[in-house]
């Protein structure tokens, strides 16, 4: 079968409008033909309404449970809480404003190893642009970055000068998005990072920059060990900076050893706590993603609460994301995870990085030869300690606490996110 820009469209409509049948099934079906197809072709998103109706008709059916036995979020998103959101989901929210707002962007797709990756592409009208390709995490999506490229693209527009011009690429992983479901083990962080360097050289760049919070984090960690021609630096907000000799302590729950300073301490307290009372989530999916996905593929309120209780607890909103995000932006996400039927496939991502993101030894990231910078955001997971990024990161040239922002940092404050990049990466502009 020829493939064609038509064909490609008309997979990608198929394959939301089919729920019997897997997207990685028609993936398969309609882009074996074009594996050893090089080409970036145009990418274009229409829902069927039908998919839409049948969205609505699922929630409007949904069983709740009885309310929490408690008066705060300790036994995860109260009721009250979820039930507000869900109902406007069904009610008052509509897809078709995302969807054009992505269809006005570059959209492309193209194969590298196998696999169709999707990715957003804005070239700057700035000369000298510094090409620069963002990585989304979990339980977000591209969707992240939407409100950052034009500060990023278009400086001058929003506060900063034209020399701070980026060209932003914004690819979604895969299993993730509109991206192709891998069908095969081995999508791994070292492997998503191969396949980006491919994109960035595919799209002409021959010096570009990677930045990434979360999974992005971690596959760009894996770029820079990597260490590819043309790869000036990275910029990472969920560095992996944990000593070797405290992940065993902060995992089995130990009091903070004697001899911290007040941040370490800070930082050991907080990822104590992470990992004895709210990574839960991340257990399901290191070790049953598949039983994991028949829920979030089966019920789009149970997708919501899964997804919507780490955008409220990760982000700086004292658990009210819509108050900084905005509720439609949230939805948008989780309906984009809906629409793609990518519940399982996100959570297997876990599987295939079944490492700890947040310890350096594990990370490797001694290995890190290229120039790294980190901006703290005050509501991250954690805030990793100046005296510890140094250590876990020996090329670190850039550190800086920023103002405000949580673990979603380009979604929650894009204007504080941009100011953070234009200045990590202004003295990697005189290399390219």
């Given amino acids: 079968m020829k493939t064609t820009i038509s064909t490609i469209m008309l997979a990608a409509t198929f394959i939301l409008s089919t729920p019997a049948i897997s997207k990685a099934q028609i993936n398969k079906a309609t882009t074996s033909s074009s594996k050893s197809d090089t080409s970036i072709r145009p990418f274009h998103i229409s829902i069927p309404q039908s998919q839409l ?6 929630i409007s059916e949904t069983r709740f449970p009885d309310k929490e036995t408690v008066k705060d979020a300790s036994q995860g998103i109260q009721l009250e809480q979820l039930k507000e959101l869900i109902t406007y989901w069904g009610n008052g929210y509509d897809w078709r404003k995302v969807e054009n707002k992505l269809n ?28 620069l390709i963002l990585t989304h995490g979990w339980p977000g999506s591209p969707l992240e970055f939407i409100n950052t490229i034009g500060p990023l693209t278009d400086p001058v527009k929003y506060g900063g000068k034209a020399s701070d011009a980026f060209d932003v690429i914004i690819p979604a992983i895969p299993g993730y998005g509109f991206s192709e479901i891998p069908a095969e083990l081995g999508w791994n962080p070292d492997r998503v990072a191969l396949a980006w360097d491919v994109l960035m050289k595919r799209l002409g760049y021959k010096k570009y920059v990677s930045e990434g919070g979360d999974h992005g984090s971690v596959i760009s960690d894996a770029l820079a060990k990597q260490a590819p021609s043309g790869l000036l630096g990275i910029h990472l907000t969920m560095p992996a900076t944990i000593p070797a000799e405290l992940v065993k302590p902060i995992n089995v729950g130990d009091p903070a050893p004697a001899g911290l300073s007040a941040s370490e301490a800070q930082a050991y ?34 997708l919501a609460a899964f997804l919507y209780e780490k955008i409220a607890e990760w982000s700086e909103s004292d658990l009210h994301p819509e108050n900084v995000i905005g509720r439609d932006a949230i939805l948008d996400d989780i309906t984009l995870y809906w629409l793609t039927n990518t519940g399982a496939s996100s959570s297997r991502f876990y599987w295939e990085n079944n490492k700890n993101n947040f ?30 990024s140094k250590r876990a990161y020996p090329t670190l040239y850039y550190y800086h606490k920023a103002s405000k922002g949580g673990h979603f940092a380009a979604w929650e404050q894009p204007q504080v996110f941009t100011e953070e990049l234009r200045a990590a990466f202004k003295d990697l502009r005189k290399k390219l």
Avoid: C
Avoid at 53 to 58: A, F, G, N, S, V
Avoid at 269 to 281: E, P
Avoid at 359 to 387: G, L
């Fill in 359 to 388: 310890s350096a030894e594990a990370q490797k990231t001694k290995d890190i030869k290229v120039p790294v910078a980190i901006s703290v955001f005050p509501h991250e997971i954690y805030q990793a300690p100046e005296s510890w």
């Fill in 104 to 131: 006005a962007l570059p959209q492309f797709v193209t194969n590298i190893d196998g696999l169709d990756i999707q990715f957003i592409h804005v070239r700057s009208k700035e000369a000298n642009a510094m090409p």
């Fill in 53 to 58: 109706d049948d969205l609505k008709k699922r």
């Fill in 269 to 302: 307290n907080a990822m104590s706590t992470f990992f004895g009372r709210n990574a839960a989530y991340g257990g399901m999916m290191v070790t049953r993603p598949q039983t994991t996905g028949y829920l979030l593929s089966d019920s789009p309120s149970a």
